[in-house]
């Protein structure tokens, strides 16, 4: 009879010992050499550093801009400070208020005295309402009586007034219709001005006594016998552009 192993006997064992020797455990990886290699999947990317160039470009380009910024807040403030300003001033001089302040947080000095209005012109008379009136110390005369004519200038204003009332000024005219009888001005030996003040419904006077001769512009030689007959006269009074209304009297 042949011979039957025994399955629980060594020569049994034997193979299986072998077949677990054969059999070889995963070969794990060292701990240091995972951590070390790129455990990121197949789709990542790899990120590269900018050189130094890029790196200055950029400082440019945000410094740049930021000065830009800089200048369109400066020029923005400038413009509105600007405008506040002169409204500020526009509204002071429309109100007729002080001095307007300065800008920027600067103090104005205090005026030592503030600015007087304008002075208004003085008051002048008005030389309109000076008048001359012309008049007689008698309305008829006698044959040897010589009248008296006198010239009055009188300020009807409110104002005193300067009149030049000298002889250069003034004129004692005579005449008998169309006839001019005499003059003052013809033979006048001299000429002056006489300036006076004359105040508010106050008048001057000047009296000239009338020998009855006639006379001619130059004082020209009057044949003798040739003075003024019995009749009516008129007498008007002159000073400068200034004429009176008549006055008349009669010589006998």
């Known amino acids: 009879m042949g011979r039957q192993d025994d399955p629980t006997s060594g020569a049994g064992r034997v193979p299986a010992q072998k077949s677990a020797m054969k059999k070889k455990p995963a070969t794990k990886a060292p701990a240091g050499k995972t951590a ?5 999947g197949p789709g990542a990317r790899t990120v590269r550093k900018a050189s130094p160039a890029v790196y ?7 410094g740049g801009a930021l000065l830009l910024v800089l ?5 923005g403030v ?3 400070s600007a405008a506040v300003t002169a409204k500020t001033e526009q509204v002071a001089a429309t109100e007729g208020g002080s001095t307007p302040q300065p800008t920027g947080g600067q103090t104005a000095a205090a005026p030592s005295a503030s600015p007087s209005a304008t002075p208004s ?8 309402l000076v008048t001359v009136t ?7 005369y006698g044959p040897e009586e010589k009248p008296v004519l006198t010239l009055k200038v009188t300020n009807g204003g409110k104002l005193p007034c300067k009149v030049n009332i000298g002889t250069s000024q003034m004129e004692f005219l005579v005449t008998s219709g169309s006839d001019r009888i005499f003059s003052s001005g013809d033979c006048q030996a001299s000429s002056n ?15 000239f006594p009338w020998s009855r ?3 001619v512009q130059g004082c020209a030689k009057i044949a003798e016998g040739s003075g003024a007959g019995s009749g009516y006269y008129v007498f008007i009074a002159k000073l400068g552009a200034k004429v009176s209304p008549p006055a008349v009297f009669q010589l006998s």
Not at 71 to 75: D, S, V
């Open 71 to 75: 200048g369109l807040i400066a020029g």
């Open 78 to 80: 400038a413009t509105v």
């Open 193 to 207: 001005d006489l300036v006076k003040t004359i105040a508010p419904g106050k008048s001057e006077t000047a009296n």
């Open 36 to 40: 070390g290699k790129n455990t990121a």
């Open 134 to 140: 012309a008049a007689t110390n008698k309305a008829s």
């Open 56 to 62: 200055r470009r950029r400082r440019l380009f945000a």
């Open 121 to 128: 012109a003085s008051p002048t008379c008005d030389q309109k």
């Open 213 to 215: 001769s006639r006379s």
